[in-house]
């Protein structure tokens, strides 16, 4: 199995930013995935996860801020990132069973 993302990047507070995550070699659709971020010096947060059957759930610092979708014909999810502010600033990871990408940093700043 193999994770690739991307769509990270430099934004203003208030702006958005949609991350992609393209996944490869596993029967993608009966698999659950994952969002993660990890900001220096902290510990790796659940950001927000959606299952086989397109069920979500969020961290509460994300929650109608962040959207998860994922498109299972293209083997891809999304995470849909509005009204970013400042302390969602980290690097962003994808996870599939065991198997994380290497990450996508994303900076909120002026």
């Known amino acids: 199995v193999q994770l690739v993302e991307s769509g990270g990047g430099l934004v203003q507070p208030g702006g958005s930013l949609r991350l992609t995550c393209v996944a490869s070699?596993?029967?993608?659709?009966?698999?659950?995935v994952s969002w993660y971020r990890q900001a220096p010096g902290k510990q790796r947060e659940l950001v927000a996860a959606i299952t086989s059957s397109g069920s979500t759930n969020y961290a509460d610092s994300v929650k109608g801020r962040f959207t998860i979708s994922r498109d299972n014909a293209k083997y891809t999810v999304y995470l849909q990132m509005n009204s970013l502010k400042p302390e969602d600033t980290a690097v962003y990871y994808c996870?599939?069973?065991?198997?994380w990408g290497q990450g996508t940093q994303v900076t909120v700043s002026s």
């Open positions: 070699g596993t029967i993608f659709s009966i698999y659950a």
């Open positions: 996870r599939l069973i065991q198997t």
